[in-house]
């Protein structure tokens, strides 16, 4: 504790060079937090939206992707349904995405269509009125985008209207449709205009009833720990298809953005850098200017490993100081940066690079204070190597 003291009151002598080394030092403390928030948000954002219902599994057209194409399976009720009566699965449900239109006045405007089974669904949540019931063929729901683009609101009708006929150009499937809700859906970007109908007026909307196509197919496992044993045995029982578990599309996702992991640790490791210059230098010019009172501290009977305690300390604080204002900033500068990252086009608006955690926090902060002591250790050998004689006599003069 007489350490710390030493050292706070050392700090205290130059007052202006302290508060630029702690801004200096906050600056690479926000650095290094927002590059470690970057290189696990990512797929700790992923995985949280992947399964934001609990859905483990998904089964896609062979060789891509959820969404990643717009090819989509054959027989969709009848693979839902066998998944269905596997006792390892607790739910299953298919969903088909197209672009199809609604009608404003004599115009159409393009929409996102979601074609889902309500009784499982894990694609959207509610905002306000209600969601579909299982069969209900004369409602829709919107997303917030598509309702000022329709003008329309809970319990109003709307048009919907499939592919163009390129020959007349005008839609060759329209339905009429009553708004039920009005919801978020997970994976849209910012300001898509989406809308949901059940999985069959969907099908026929976008012509591809007859096949009963889907393009992806949604799996929940009832326990955790069944997932990799029930994707293998899934993998053997429908080879016509690909089945991704989160983890899986997690590592897909990472190897997709692996020049982000790249540029954090970069970042990361240049404010390490940068806080160990900040505070060797400013511990060296003190230990430097206090060459006389450490010797005459050791004429009077200090030890050295006091003296290098004292300047440990010193650092210690300095980095202690800085840290706890650069998580404030960190924070702050992570918002701003998540904002301009996540305005990308295709990425879903519920997607984060940067994610607080209280580990994330944990590690940046022990990262910082070790580093930042560690950065002492010159200071404090010059210190504790000092000659008591030459410097007093050097002081005296």
Do not use: C
């Amino acid at each position: 504790m007489r350490e710390v003291a030493w050292g706070l009151k050392s700090l205290g002598r130059h007052p202006l060079r302290t508060a630029l080394s702690l801004a200096g030092i906050a600056v690479a403390a926000a650095m290094l937090l927002d590059m470690v928030m970057l290189s696990g948000g990512i797929d700790k954002s992923f995985a949280d939206l992947l399964l934001g219902r609990g859905y483990q599994m998904r089964l896609t057209p062979k060789g891509t992707l959820p969404f990643d194409t717009e090819a989509t399976m054959a027989d969709a009720s009848g693979i839902v349904a066998s998944l269905r009566r596997d006792p390892a699965v607790e739910a299953a449900g298919a969903l088909l995405g197209t672009s199809l239109y609604g009608r404003t006045g004599d115009s159409l405007v393009t929409l996102f269509g979601y074609g889902i089974e309500p009784e499982a669904q894990s694609v959207y949540h509610v905002t306000s009125g209600r969601d579909l019931l299982p069969g209900d063929t004369s409602g829709v729901l919107l997303s917030e985008p598509a309702a000022r683009l329709l003008g329309a609101a809970v319990g109003d009708s709307v048009t919907l209207a499939g592919r163009l006929d390129p020959q007349v150009v005008t839609a060759a499937v329209g339905r009429r449709v009553v708004v039920r809700g009005m919801v978020r859906w997970i994976y849209d970007y910012r300001g898509q205009p989406s809308v949901g109908t059940v999985l069959p007026v969907m099908q026929r909307l976008s012509r591809q009833a007859a096949d009963d196509r889907a393009s992806v197919i949604l799996v929940k496992a009832r326990e955790d720990a069944e997932v990799p044993a029930l994707a293998a045995r899934l993998r053997a029982r429908l080879p016509q298809v690909e089945v991704s578990t989160v983890t899986d599309l997690v590592a897909h996702f990472r190897a997709r953005l692996v020049y982000f992991r790249q540029l954090s640790y970069i970042l990361g490791s240049m404010s390490l850098i940068v806080a160990v210059l900040l505070i060797g230098t400013l511990l060296t010019i003190t230990v430097n200017e206090r060459l006389g009172e450490i010797a005459t501290l050791r004429a009077i009977g200090v030890s050295r490993a006091t003296i290098v305690r004292q300047v440990l300390a010193e650092g210690t604080a300095l980095t202690a100081a800085g840290a706890a204002l650069g998580i404030l900033l960190g924070l702050l500068t992570a918002r701003y940066l998540d904002a301009i990252l996540t305005s990308f086009p295709g990425l879903p608006a519920a997607f984060s690079f940067f994610v607080p955690r209280a580990d994330t926090l944990t590690f940046a902060a022990l990262v910082l204070l070790l580093t930042g002591s560690l950065a002492g250790l010159y200071p404090a050998w010059l210190a504790a190597r000092a000659p008591i004689a030459a410097t007093l006599r050097a002081e005296a003069t």
